[in-house]
């Protein structure tokens, strides 16, 4: 059973350095090929989706694949994970997520380690966040239940939306946000905004967590 946690920590930690590796790295490629900030961001967003594809698709059988404390949290509150750990998976993924800045500073000759500077905060960022999150999590419950084979590709195409349709661009996720106010180019944010993030971030889950139990609940009992 400890070789088997291991085992899916490694993949936690392993997913989320992959995750924030291509988020940061292709907003640096994308930045620096085009002065053109719409196709920048379009460049940063079809790797981030086809990087979750491929990652949730290897890893998932191992680990669940969650690389995201919001979907840890939900697990955890549904009792498909112990707390302990999940408070070791949320360890490994934020420790994961610093790893993937780090690699990614270096594959593009950045200091390995600067804060970021970029702006991102008030109401309609906070909105954007919660609504990302509950849409992530709304999309990974209900398939999971309907259709788990498809959740790779559910999860990136939602992301690959999600970039377009909120104003955040859709972090969705407290350990990439956290891993994100360590680098300060294309994809980084403000180490002083990332708090109300995660917060929204957090809130967004639960209310998924609780819309899905109630919408579920017919399914459950049949």
């Known amino acids: 059973m400890a070789a088997d946690l ?6 936690e930690a392993l997913g989320t350095a992959m995750l924030v590796a291509t988020v940061v790295g292709s907003g640096i490629m994308a930045d620096r090929l085009t002065d053109d900030v719409a196709l920048a961001l379009l460049g940063n967003t079809v790797p981030t ?3 979750l594809f491929v990652l949730i698709t290897i890893l998932g059988p191992v680990s669940g694949a969650h690389f995201n404390p919001a979907v840890t949290l939900v697990s955890a509150l549904q009792r498909a994970l112990p707390w302990r750990a999940a408070g070791l998976y949320v360890v490994a993924q934020v420790l994961g997520g610093i790893a993937g800045t780090i690699v990614a500073h270096l594959m593009f000759d950045v200091p390995a380690l600067a804060l970021g500077a970029q702006p991102r905060t008030g109401m309609t960022q906070w909105l954007s966040e919660s609504v990302a999150t509950f849409g992530l999590l709304l999309t990974i419950l209900i398939a999971a239940r309907s259709r788990p084979q498809a959740v790779p ?3 990136g195409s939602y992301i690959v939306a999600a970039y377009w349709f909120t104003a955040s661009t859709s972090f969705a996720n407290p350990a990439v946000t956290l891993a994100r106010a360590l680098t300060p180019t294309f994809s980084g944010i403000r180490p002083d905004d990332v708090p109300l993030f995660i917060v ?6 639960l209310l998924a967590a609780g819309f899905c139990r109630w919408f579920l609940a017919p399914e459950q009992a049949t």
């Open 6 to 11: 291991v085992r899916r920590l490694a993949a």
């Open 49 to 51: 989706g086809a990087i």
């Open 153 to 155: 590709a559910l999860v």
């Open 200 to 205: 929204a971030q957090l809130s967004g889950a």
